[in-house]
């Protein structure tokens, strides 16, 4: 009964440095309140009622205190800030080596799945040791991810991604909460987080059935839902490829000018839910909408298809439209693959609806 | 704080104010916690000028609400603003316009306590003001007819509208962004309508009260008040006019 | 009138106090006084007198203040077990913790102080007869009372679950509880803060005595002066947010619902545009009643009047500019975030100079400690372990872990319920002669007090321990290893709701008492300690005319004056 | 007592100059009408801005007599004004910075 944890433990790369700037400030608390304390009983004492002591020609103001008690606040004031600036800065720059996990907010439930496929609810086995990149989205009301052994935390709104990132460093099974009010059962949308060994993360992985992988339901959803009749190899209909495409910067028609918006998860999202917005140059709006036929599950499967073949190298020239600065954009027609990845002039159109 | 009693108050006796009776000097009457006219006066303006105040802020919600979906979506807003009627709109300026002026002259009036003048300013501040709320009625129906009223059953999106926005590489119906323009819409001029509402009210309870003070010409105060408050209800139509009806008008397919 | 300092006016007793001007020939019956003037319902319910709209202020806050505190303890009597086993439902839980939040901010912190305190004082302490705008005063109270029965009323019939922040989308499209009437409520409700804040400003600026110039004006008037900016510039934007949840939620359309169109951070900011404020509405007038104690039980000006003054603005000021710091983790971009806890730490001065400024106000003093001075001492020290672990919660990386835990929930009560509470009942205790014409029994004064303070500790204290643990607020059920903490925490909320019900009941008892606490007990130099107790419905017999500077007090003199406040006047004075 | 100098004689404001005042409204009116349907690019929201500003100036100016009232009153009537353009500014700050950093959410 007594042997409750006054701490938390510290189990990702980044709670040593939080440790360290929030018992600097908790420093910085107890040194104010102490002194104010001190002053307060001292003065008191020293001038009560009945003491005789010299009161003569009290002091009204003073300027150098009053520049003194400004100053010397203000100076450690900046002082704090400035540490966790740093550290928030830290707690948000995600290292390349990150694993990308796509998490799912639900109301009373987070669905995370693994790039290897496996599907957890409420639960995440990890590898110590090895970064990992949440992408999270809510399917209803805003959530809020928060391990507090790893100290990170991070709202997860609905109709936008929001991103986290964290590196365990010591294996043990750390709690999950959900910490943004969002209904009935708020309290028990948490879970788990078990990080383990390297050697005993695949033992776990190989146990359970073994189920596809990210990519490879992806790829079955992108056959399942007729993607690939378009966007595929033997596509008869006149639709952009999408190898080598994620990431990089895709020319759209708006108006007369051209103007190239970034492949993100974002864009490549809308373009499924809403394909009629931000075309690419060269193509009919004729692709149907997905609205409510994918699930924010299926629809994270897909974009990991896409990202999969987004490093293969771009397809035979057949299928792509050629875009020349002086010609503007051309309709696909037989001309040697232009370079994706350095397109003229890219203007990127501002993130709008991120 | 210690408080010295005056030479000639404890000279002619300690009974104080009788309480709670306005004592008149001369000018109009005077409520009891006031000294004198002029207190009142500079009371009066500065309760108005602080109810302006939050006037200004509550209207100031709405305007960065629109501040931030136009800049989320302009295309959106240009398209969608383009059904807007530029003329009425106008002409409902105009209306404002001239009826400050009247309610600008018929403070002046009230300040030289010619009543009857007051009376016939107010009047047609009045009739304009119901002018202005005829004119939003009209634009309103026809926006009903159109479908384009996001609350009622028949809202749809115009197909002109969905061309230019297809042309324009954007999905119209994209996460409702088009359809939002139009409760904004509604909202703001709805909420500018009710204060115009409200304000004939008060100057129809005002003209009353001076028609019933001419002989004491107490009213200067009364006048300028609600004046101040008119004033500030045509500086916001001065800006929802060119935010909501004027904007990319030059573009093409409008 | 020139402003001659430290003059010593001859009369007996020391510390500024002019000699009674014979005005009032004190018969043997009781004089007429506010109170006694007129004894119907009628005259209480249409009064324009200030200071009884102050009194159906002060019965009304407090009935919501029990009200707020009983769903406190049940909420507490829930948190003792990990399971849910008072409650049994987390629907029910979610409403009650809503039910505390909005009852306890809306109807009791906003509006107790400047309602109660600031409509009783501010006319007495500027030599003014009553405020600008009686009537005013009056429809705000009545704007007040509606608006509380509507909100108590739909709190039990069905009561919302949106917490008192009302965030997008659930409010809007997924929960399925009172929204938009308790929008409406709070809606109405906010119009009682903006009429009383546009009475104060008005008041202040055209109604002072003569001779009451700005540097001569009570710190507690400066402090009203700043709430009442806040009151004005705030309140509309919160009246607006919570105008177009309830119009999204009849109309189904989306200005904050994501599905359509809408950006539920757009909310926040308009929530927390008003209601970051809204916390120094709450705070600036417990600062205003410790602004006037501490000068008078030290019996010694107070230190750096003008830096008191400036910091009360500057708060209401920079107040406006950092209400970000609410939403660090909620989806905010980061240099918005940089820019407002970088506007955070400023806030964080003016309070720092004004804590230290009270503690060298006791330099040189004669302090003594009857129960208004140990509440104002308790504010001091509650309110800077507030003030420096919000200072931790405004700075960013601290934020991410802190966020939405018990340790924001402790923060805010060691600055709301150590703060301002503290504050509400050391002024009541110092006014209650004035209010009442009765002294409060000192004994059980001081007893009410310390077990405020300890059962404040030690219901608070823990749960900054469990935010650090991490365990989220608003929750129904939580681990098991947060038990203990919560367990104490629940017996410290025991022992609070004890001190809270002490004051209540030797307050009312006092009343029996006869009214013969004389015209200043404390000796203190405020414009409302010259007249009469309780004051005639006039405020003044003779309008007052300042001549000297505030806390005009000396305390070598005040060693040898005799002190006994709680010593009823002789027989009145007998003058022919 | 604190007495501007307008409280003592309410300034009344001659017929001409409300004259003059309503007519520049009106011009200005016509103006912002006949801007908007110039091509300004991005120039068109500031320009119907500044004249919205301009109108809104000479309303509180003259028909609202601020020109000739008490500092205080100045003061006030600007106030409201700057906590409105406190509110959008730092709103905004949060909306044109997202995206900078390619974190999501951030």
Same mark, same amino acid.
């Given at each position: ?354 | ?254 | ?576 | ?26 011009? &200005? ?6 801007? %908007?349907? $110039?091509? @300004? =690019?991005?120039?068109? /929201? ?25 500092? &205080? ?6 106030? %409201?004004? $700057?906590? @409105? =353009?406190?509110?959008? /500014? ?17």
């Amino acid at each position: 009964m007594w042997n409750f944890p006054i701490l938390p433990e510290s189990a990702s790369s980044v709670a040593p440095d939080y440790d360290f700037a929030f018992w600097y400030e908790v420093a910085v608390g107890v040194f104010f309140t102490l002194f104010v304390l001190v002053l307060v009983l001292g003065l008191a004492n020293r001038y009560r009622r009945g003491r005789q002591v010299d009161r003569s020609h009290p002091p009204t103001h003073s300027l150098k205190l009053e520049a003194l008690w400004i100053g010397v606040p203000l100076v450690i004031a900046m002082s704090m800030f400035g540490i966790s600036a740093v550290l928030y800065i830290k707690q948000f720059s995600p290292p390349g080596d990150a694993v990308e996990i796509p998490v799912v907010g639900k109301q009373w439930m987070w669905k995370l799945q693994h790039p290897e496929g496996k599907k957890e609810i409420n639960e995440l086995h990890l590898p110590v040791g090895q970064a990992v990149r949440l992408k999270m989205i809510s399917q209803d009301v805003i959530h809020s991810f928060f391990i507090p052994a790893f100290r990170v935390k991070q709202d997860v709104l609905p109709g936008r991604y929001t991103e986290m990132w964290f590196r365990p460093t010591k294996i043990g099974r750390y709690r999950l909460f959900c910490t943004e009010y969002c209904g009935t059962d708020h309290s028990v949308m948490g879970g788990w987080v078990e990080v383990m060994s390297q050697a005993d993360y695949e033992r776990w992985l190989a146990t359970e059935q073994a189920g596809e992988s990210l990519v490879e339901e992806g790829r079955r959803l992108f056959v399942l839902n007729h993607c690939a009749g378009c966007h595929g190899e033997n596509a008869t209909v006149q639709a952009p490829r999408l190898e080598g495409v994620y990431g990089r910067p895709v020319p759209i028609q708006v108006g007369d000018r051209v103007e190239f918006v970034q492949a993100d998860d974002r864009y490549i999202r809308d373009s499924i839910l809403l394909p009629k917005s931000q075309v690419v140059a060269g193509y009919q709006p004729i692709m149907p909408s997905y609205q409510g036929q994918l699930s924010e599950e299926d629809l994270l499967k897909i974009i990991a298809y896409i990202k999969a073949i987004g490093n293969r190298p771009a397809p035979g020239p057949a299928a792509q439209p050629q875009y020349d600065a002086d010609r503007g954009i051309q309709p696909a027609v037989e001309v040697p693959g232009y370079d994706v990845d350095k397109p003229p002039g890219a203007t990127l159109l501002p993130e709008q609806t991120r | 704080m210690s408080v010295e009693s005056p030479a000639h108050a404890a000279a002619h006796g300690a009974v104080g104010h009788e309480p709670s009776q306005p004592h008149g000097n001369g000018h109009g009457l005077v409520a009891h916690q006031f000294e004198d006219a002029p207190q009142q006066r500079e009371a009066a303006l500065l309760g108005m000028w602080s109810f302006l105040a939050t006037e200004v802020l509550f209207f100031g919600g709405l305007i960065t609400a629109y501040v931030v979906y136009r800049w989320k979506a302009p295309v959106q807003v240009a398209v969608a603003s383009h059904h807007l009627n530029v003329a009425l709109g106008c002409i409902n300026t105009c209306v404002l316009l001239v009826s400050s002026f009247l309610v600008a002259l018929a403070v002046a009036e009230a300040h030289r306590g010619n009543a009857r003048k007051v009376v016939q300013l107010l009047i047609g501040t009045i009739v304009l003001g119901v002018a202005f709320l005829g004119i939003k009625a009209v634009e309103w129906t026809a926006d009903y007819h159109e479908g384009l009223i996001p609350f009622a059953a028949n809202w749809q999106i115009p197909s002109h509208d969905l061309e230019i926005l297809a042309q324009r590489g954007i999905d119209a119906d994209q996460f409702g962004l088009y359809k939002l323009f139009w409760v904004l819409y509604f909202f703001m001029t709805g909420l500018h309508g009710i204060h115009v509402l409200v304000g004939l009210g008060v100057f129809a309870v005002v003209a009353a009260l001076v028609w019933q003070r001419r002989r004491s010409k107490n009213f200067a105060n009364l006048v300028e008040v609600t004046g101040l408050y008119w004033h500030f209800v045509d500086i916001v139509w001065v800006f929802l006019y060119p935010l909501l009806y004027l904007i990319d008008r030059h573009g093409p397919g409008h | 009138m020139s402003d001659h300092p430290h003059t010593h006016p001859a009369g007996p007793a020391s510390g500024g106090f002019a000699p009674v001007p014979p005005a009032l020939s004190q018969t043997r019956r009781a004089p007429i006084n506010y109170l006694n003037a007129a004894y119907s319902v009628r005259s209480w319910l249409l009064t324009l007198d200030h200071k009884r709209i102050g009194l159906l202020y002060l019965i009304g806050v407090t009935f919501f203040f029990f009200v707020g505190g009983v769903a406190a303890t049940v909420l507490r009597l829930e948190l003792m077990t990990p399971g849910g086993d008072v409650l049994h439902s987390p629907d029910a839980y979610n409403r009650l913790f809503t039910m505390h939040g909005v009852i306890m901010i809306f109807f009791f912190l906003v509006p107790a102080i400047p309602g109660v305190l600031g409509n009783f004082l501010l006319p007495l302490m500027i030599g003014a007869r009553d405020l600008a705008f009686p009537r005013l005063n009056l429809l705000s109270w009545y704007i007040y009372m509606f608006g509380g029965t509507a909100a108590l009323i739909l709190l039990i019939f069905g009561g919302i679950d949106t917490g008192w922040t009302f965030y997008a989308p659930f409010s809007t499209t997924f929960s399925n509880t009172m929204v938009l009437p308790a929008g409406i409520a709070v809606f109405i409700t906010g119009f009682s803060s903006i009429l009383t804040g546009l009475n104060f400003i008005v008041t202040t600026h055209t109604m002072r005595a003569p001779g009451m110039t700005w540097g001569r004006l009570p710190l507690f008037v400066w402090a009203h002066y700043a709430t009442s900016l806040i009151m004005i510039l705030g309140t509309p934007v919160l009246a607006i947010a919570v105008l177009l949840i309830g119009l999204e939620r009849l109309f189904g359309i989306g200005i904050f619902d994501p599905a359509l169109g809408g950006d539920p951070i757009l909310f926040q900011h308009l929530f927390w545009f008003y209601s970051h404020p809204a916390v120094y509405i709450m705070l600036l007038p417990g600062m205003a009643v410790v602004n006037e104690i501490v000068p008078c039980f030290t019996r010694r000006p107070i230190f750096g009047y003008k830096f008191m003054a400036g910091a009360l603005l500057a708060i209401a000021v920079l107040g406006f500019l950092v209400w970000g710091h609410h939403m660090f983790v909620s989806g905010q971009s980061m240099y918005a975030g940089l820019i407002f806890s970088f506007l955070t730490f400023f806030v964080a001065v003016p309070s720092a100079v004004k804590v230290f400024n009270w503690c060298a106000t006791m330099y040189k003093g004669s302090v003594r400690f009857e129960t208004p001075m140990l509440y104002a001492l308790g504010f001091i020290g509650l309110f800077t372990i507030g003030g420096v672990t919000g200072l931790m919660l405004g700075s960013l990386g601290i934020d991410v872990h802190l966020h939405d835990t018990y340790f924001v929930v402790a923060h805010f009560h060691y600055i709301m319920v150590g703060g301002s509470i503290m504050a509400f009942l050391g002024g009541i205790h110092f006014w209650w002669p004035k209010i009442s014409g009765r002294m409060y029994p000192e004994l059980w004064g001081k007893l009410g007090a310390l077990v405020i303070f300890v059962g404040f500790n030690l219901t608070f204290f823990p749960q900054f321990l469990l935010g650090y643990l991490g365990m989220p607020r608003r929750y129904y059920e939580y681990p098991g290893e947060f038990q203990v903490l919560n367990v104490m925490s629940t017996a410290g909320a025991s022992i609070l709701a004890v001190g809270y019900i002490i004051p209540l009941i030797y307050f009312i008892d006092s009343l029996r008492k006869p009214a013969n606490a004389g015209r200043n007990p404390w000796r203190a130099t405020g414009l409302e300690w010259q007249t009469a107790s309780p004051p005639p419905t006039e405020n003044f017999a003779v309008a007052p005319v300042v001549t000297t500077p505030p806390y005009n007090y000396d305390p070598a003199e005040a060693e040898q004056t005799p002190w006994n406040p709680f010593q009823p006047e002789q027989e009145p004075v007998h003058v022919g | 007592m604190v007495h501007s100098a307008d409280a003592h004689e309410p300034h009344i404001i001659p017929f001409r100059t409300n004259l003059a005042v309503f007519i520049a409204l009106m011009v &200005l009116l016509f103006v912002t009408v006949g801007v %908007a349907y $110039l091509d @300004l =690019g991005p120039l068109g /929201l500031p320009v119907a801005l500044a004249i919205a500003t301009i109108k809104a100036a000479l309303i509180l100016l003259y028909f609202m007599h601020i020109r000739y009232a008490s500092r &205080l009153q100045w003061i006030f009537s600007s106030a %409201a004004f $700057l906590w @409105l =353009g406190i509110m959008i /500014l730092i709103t905004m700050s949060d909306y044109l910075s997202r995206g900078w950093l390619n974190v999501d959410g951030k």
